[in-house]
């Protein structure tokens, strides 16, 4: 049997589940977003677009075209309604393109455009995806037991950032960090194997966003801010 390439979701394949074949795909590019603020008094312009060490994007559009061929009316619609409830999803969902066998989307469709001449069928799905394609294997997770809780305080604080920032000052004159063991593990926020400036901005920023309600300032919610900060690295555009 001839194999159609197709696109996968939510276990669910365009071709194998539908019988839909792709007639057109659009793989847009997601914009660079540029945050910068002007100095007052003054024409110079701070950039603070790699604040944290990572530049910022915005979405990226995803648009396929799925063609239905049924003269047979009553099945034809019932395969739309099935297509249309495997397109109902809220919220970002992997998305798999066989054209991309190595990596995948972080994609929420949009609710599809549907055309219909002689039996012939046109499904215009657009998707609001993530700036990145992701591998398909990642890099091994991290973990609760990584929470970067130096003071033992209970949270991850701009505290403990500090104390990260201190000991990376201290290692760059080639002193000793000043932590101990168990400390300079934890310090290591983004696991590279040293302590340096970037891993006080990265719990910084994990500090930023558990205030604002986004994770929980626990071990848990530091793992998951991690793990969706590695996808974001690991991504590619």
Same mark, same amino acid.
């Given at each position: 049997?001839?194999?159609? +390439?197709? $696109? ?5 394949? @365009? ?25 007052? *008094? ?5 950039? /603070?677009?790699?604040? *944290? ?26 395969? +739309? ?8 999803? &809220? ?12 990596? %995948? /989307? ?7 455009? $549907?055309?219909?001449? *002689?039996?012939? %069928?046109?499904?215009?799905?657009? /998707? ?5 394609? %992701? ?6 997770? %991290? !973990? ?27 290692? &760059?004159?080639?002193?000793? @960090? ?16 040293? $302590?340096? &400036? ?11 966003? !558990? @205030? ?26």
């Amino acid at each position: 049997m001839k194999k159609h +390439i197709g $696109i996968r979701m939510n276990d669910k394949h @365009s071709w194998n589940d539908f019988g839909c074949r792709i007639s057109e795909r659009e793989i847009g590019q997601p914009e660079k977003k540029r945050i910068v603020e002007t100095v007052p *008094y003054s024409n110079d312009v701070q950039n /603070f677009n790699t604040l *944290y060490g990572i530049q910022a994007y915005g979405e990226r559009d995803l648009r396929y075209r799925l063609v239905l061929m049924d003269n047979a009316e009553n099945r034809a619609q019932q395969t +739309i309604r099935k297509i249309c409830a495997w397109l109902n999803v &809220s919220g970002y969902v992997p998305l798999y393109d066989d054209m991309m066998p190595e990596h %995948y /989307f972080l994609a929420e469709p949009i609710t599809p455009k $549907i055309t219909e001449k *002689y039996g012939l %069928y046109l499904i215009d799905v657009k /998707f609001k995806a993530s700036p990145f394609r %992701y591998p398909i294997v990642p890099k091994l997770p %991290y !973990a609760p037991s990584t929470f970067p809780d130096l003071d033992g305080d209970g949270a991850a604080t701009s505290a403990d950032a500090a104390i990260i920032m201190t000991a990376a000052t201290a290692i &760059s004159a080639g002193n000793a @960090s000043g932590l101990t063991p168990e400390q300079e593990v934890l310090a290591d926020a983004d696991r590279d194997g040293v $302590i340096t &400036s970037l891993d006080a901005a990265i719990v910084l920023e994990f500090a930023t966003a !558990a @205030s604002t309600g986004k994770y929980k300032n626990s071990p848990e919610g530091w793992a998951a801010f991690m793990n969706t900060r590695t996808s974001a690295e690991e991504g590619i555009l």
